[in-house]
């Protein structure tokens, strides 16, 4: 079998924004990848809402529709409009998965995203 450190180093080094948080969204862990994409650095994130993220700008259904799709233990994927810690927004499209514990119980949620922003 595979050693433990090997998936910690595959998610430190995954080329995709990586975020764990708690059952509110506090963010508990984020890549390096998550630190490039929005500007922060992990000491700025660590104990911070997912919500610092927001432009504001998104549509309150959006938030809605993710909250009602997770807090029912299912997967939501979609896009919203973050705000880099430079104040550049961009479009996230964002995958969130709960994650269970050995008893099936969501204890944290897996945020992935990645900036799909348009070129022109
Ligand atoms: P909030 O007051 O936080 O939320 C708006 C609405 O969402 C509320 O009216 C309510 O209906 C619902 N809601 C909020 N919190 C809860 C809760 N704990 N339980 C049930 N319903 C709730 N947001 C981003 O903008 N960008 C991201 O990249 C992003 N990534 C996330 C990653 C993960 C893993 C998780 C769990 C959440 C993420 N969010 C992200 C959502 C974020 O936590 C906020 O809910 C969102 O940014 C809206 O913030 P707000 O302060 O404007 O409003």
């Known amino acids: 079998a595979l050693p433990a450190w090997f998936f910690e180093e595959a998610v430190k080094q995954a080329p995709l ?5 708690d059952k509110k969204a506090n963010i508990v ?3 390096a990848a998550f630190c490039l994409i929005t500007g922060y650095s992990i000491d700025e994130v660590i104990g ?7 432009n504001k700008s998104t549509p309150r259904a959006v938030y809605h529709d ?3 799709t997770i807090s029912r233990n299912n997967i939501w994927q979609g896009q919203l409009v973050n705000r880099h810690k430079n104040g550049t927004p961009y479009l996230a499209e964002l995958m969130i998965t709960p994650i269970r514990d050995s008893l099936k119980n969501v204890t944290h949620y897996l945020g992935m995203h ?3 922003s ?3």
Do not use: G, H, M, Q
């Not at 911070?48 to 927001?54: A, G, P, Q, T």
């Open 17 to 21: 924004a990586i975020s764990i948080t």
């Open 29 to 31: 862990y984020a890549n």
């Open 48 to 54: 911070k809402n997912e919500s610092i993220l927001s």
């Open 66 to 68: 993710l909250w009602r």
């Open 114 to 116: 990645r900036d799909v």
């Open 118 to 120: 348009p070129s022109f």
